[in-house]
DNA sequence: GAATAATCGACCAAAATATTCGAAATATTT
DNA sequence: AAATATTTCGAATATTTTGGTCGATTATTC
């Protein structure tokens, strides 16, 4: 709060008159940050045609942006929660979302008869089960691990299984 | 201490069995890789023969090992202190060693006719100020200035000024 | 199997941090 | 310019975190 209070020039109670707490505050936060990543996605994803390029888009659009909003990695990731812990309590609230677009690139390459897809609702909780994995890593990690590379990687493998024929 | 004792795997109290602090834990940790930092810095002066080269050994050893020595680094400089604060309070302690060997290597430059140097204590302490005062933006700022070019220019100020001619 | 070494969980005091409160300053309306 | 509403603040309080203690318990050694 203190440091809030710095960065904004204020008072530390002079916060409280627009926000009731510390947690409200970073729901704010997070929520904002989830807004330009959604509009990033979509417009990404609007950006090509097929669906494999959209799946590609997304997935890169995706790690790319959770990379850049690093403000909550900043201010929390220092010790408070396992990181995987985190991640995860973070999203809760915007996993439908990501799946309702993941659904909807699938069912679309499904009628396009380039996907098979048996059940979308699952293929796409699978997907975002990777995705997930993938982002404990990517803090986690050192930073100079090649991301694209491995990104690349889990998508091939990712449309191999995929991909009709 | 609860993260110490994480990384341990042993219960918080049982730390305090061996260590009667947590500052007694930090001081163990700089002494140790003060220790490391010594040896570094003396091998390095010995693999050159001539005094400014022994001297740009120094400052680069010196100031490269302190950017890989980041356990104190990441372990305290979060917020607890302002950083060059911080930095001179680790310091303390060995400085007095710090200024022995600048001591050296100016006497044997001057002793072999290639340093001008009045007073070896003082420009000992000189050069090391100046070196200190490296550190300081060293942690500060971004990663991305480049080091060795800014290294490189500061020695040459310094030998400009020192060196006979 | 007694003596010593090592580990632990539960607890405490103090430091750090979030939050409240009343009042003062500032802006807006009447 | 009085009255009212909004915003800011410092000081006080409440809550959480954290370094450290203690007695009991479990390994290890002789």
Redesign the pocket.
């Known amino acids: ?3 809030v ?1 710095k960065a904004l ?10 926000f ?4 409200e505050i970073f729901d704010a936060v997070v929520l904002y940050e989830a807004n330009i990543l959604r509009n990033e996605l979509t417009t990404a994803i609007k950006s090509v045609e097929s669906p494999i390029g959209k799946m590609e888009k997304y997935v890169f659009v995706r790690m790319k942006s959770f990379e850049k909003l690093s403000n909550y990695y900043n201010a929390i990731f220092d ?2 929660l396992d990181h995987f812990e985190f991640i995860e309590k973070i999203r809760e609230k915007y996993d439908r979302e990501e799946i309702a677009i993941l659904r909807l690139i699938l069912y679309d390459g499904a009628k396009k008869k380039i996907f098979k897809v048996k059940n979308s609702e699952y293929t796409a909780l699978a997907i975002q089960t990777t995705l997930k994995g993938l982002e404990v890593p990517l803090f986690w990690q050192k930073r100079e691990v090649n991301i694209d590379q491995r990104l690349k990687a889990i998508l091939d493998v990712l449309f191999y299984g995929i991909v009709l024929k």
């Open positions: 709060m203190e440091e209070a020039k204020m008072g530390k109670s002079s916060i409280y008159y627009y009731n707490s510390k947690e010790k408070n």
